[in-house]
């Protein structure tokens, strides 16, 4: 089981693995409910993990949260980025339009940046630690990511408590069930084995790929035609953007790519321009930090 503990100016405590938590009945009737007639979605949902955890670790310490929160995508979203709620939330972090916006997010009719896996996470992190500082309780955060800052505020009030145990019957019942999803999602997801659980990793979610930064006019159709891959391949790797057509900006595109695609697109583009190309970047395993530079008009 995962044990986390937050330091920090609020002081250290174990958050994710208190008695008082897991012994709820809630927590444990999900966590049954999971293990039996829902164990193959558990898997699936899990099997996506390995594509979105490192970097997800390595924005979370960053920003002082606590590593549990990778959880946090899986209740809401069940890590697909290009999952959109009723009311309008997208992403791996379901994030609304009007918080997307307030930290920064581009969302129009080129690009949804809620559904971009880094300036998502950075974005969401953001608004964590924003909570953080003021409920100064991570089972709080966890309750106002859910159903906002205002009604755990309002909850505090009517309980006369900051103690979520104690105020948590005066929250919605939906982020109850939330909070109780991520409890059970922190156990099962580290102690897979111990449970028996077998995560459904697909070839397409452990595939390395690789990432091209791009100035100028970026056409999709053309990247597709140069590095070999299907528009569908692009669009699950990329899937913030809502056009084939990129339109110049000061910061440029980053396109994920297969690392071997990678590969095609440059020495396609070598050979129309007479030139050699030698790779020189290392591949990641998943989602990569590295991105190869290239200036296209």
């Known amino acids: 089981m995962l044990r986390i503990r937050a330091e920090g100016p609020f002081g250290e405590r174990d958050y994710f693995q208190s008695p008082r938590l897991l012994l709820d009945r809630e927590v444990i009737t999900l966590k049954h409910a999971f293990l039996s007639g829902r164990r193959l979605d558990v898997e699936a949902t899990l099997g996506r993990a390995p594509r979105y955890f490192g970097l997800l670790e390595e924005y979370l310490y960053q920003a002082g949260l606590p590593n549990a929160f990778k959880y946090i995508p899986v209740v809401e979203s069940a890590l697909r980025p290009d999952a959109v709620s009723p009311n309008g939330a997208a992403g791996l972090w379901q994030i ?7 930290y920064g997010l581009r969302i129009d009719k080129v690009v949804d940046e809620r559904r971009d896996l880094y300036l998502s996470t950075r974005a969401a992190t953001q608004y964590l630690s924003d909570l953080q500082a003021e409920f100064c309780d991570w089972m709080l955060v966890l309750a106002a990511y859910n159903c906002g800052p205002g009604k755990v505020r309002k909850a505090m009030r009517i309980a006369n408590s900051s103690d979520y145990i104690r105020l948590k019957r005066h929250l919605p019942a939906q982020t109850q069930r939330y909070v109780a999803r991520f409890l059970v999602f922190v156990q ?39 590095s070999g891959v299907s528009m569908a391949v692009i ?10 057509e990129l339109p110049v900006r000061d910061t440029g595109w980053r396109v994920e790519l297969p690392q071997e695609a990678v590969v095609r697109y440059f020495r396609q583009l070598a050979e129309q321009e007479g030139e050699q190309w030698t790779q020189k970047e290392k591949p990641s395993r998943g989602m990569s930090g590295n991105a190869l530079q290239q200036n296209v008009s």
Not at 96 to 102: F, K
Not at 236 to 241: D, G, I, S, W, Y
């Open 188 to 226: 099962l997801g580290d102690t897979c084995g111990l449970l028996g659980i077998d995560p459904d990793v697909s070839p397409a979610q452990a595939a390395t790929t690789q990432a091209i930064h791009l100035s100028g006019q970026v056409s999709l159709s053309a990247i597709a035609v140069l």
């Open 235 to 244: 669009h699950e790797l990329n899937p913030a953007f809502q056009s084939g």
């Open 96 to 102: 609304m339009p009007s918080t997307g916006r307030y």
